[in-house]
Nanobody
Framework: QVQLVESGGGLEQAGGSLRLSCVASGNIDSIDAMGWYRQVPGKQRELVATIGNGGYTNSGDSVKGRFTISRDIAKNTVYLQMNSLKPEDTAVYFC???????????WGQGTQVTVSS
């Protein structure tokens, strides 16, 4: 099994920056990619960004140009650098680990990001 622990959420003003971190532990050899989702109560979960073991990244249209995902494989950690934050970025952000065959194999507990206007 894979365990994921996020950190770095909090309250920030519009236009500011935050960086989220997610550390993976357990059966990390099973991880082919990692990423971030976010969810607002009453709304559908939204993919924010993903990064594969080879470094290929993908991000949602709403965050392109503002958010950057990166990964330190040696530290089993994935980061989400969030710049130019907007109030609509307010959500609970979840770290996710993927296996190429099984898809999503682990979720973090979530970290709250709140952006004030």
């Amino acid at each position: 099994q894979v365990q994921l622990v996020e950190s770095g959420g909090g309250l920030e003003q519009a236009g500011g920056s935050l960086r989220l971190s997610c550390v993976a532990s357990g059966n990390i050899d099973s991880i082919d990619a990692m990423g971030w989702y976010r969810q607002v109560p009453g709304k559908q979960r939204e993919l924010v960004a993903t990064i594969g073991n080879g470094g290929y990244t993908n991000s949602g249209d709403s965050v392109k140009g503002r958010f950057t995902i990166s990964r330190d494989i040696a530290k089993n950690t994935v980061y989400l650098q969030m710049n130019s934050l907007k109030p609509e970025d307010t959500a609970v952000y979840f770290c996710v680990a993927f296996d190429d065959t099984a898809g999503e194999i682990a979720w973090g507990q979530g970290t709250q990001v709140t952006v004030s206007s």
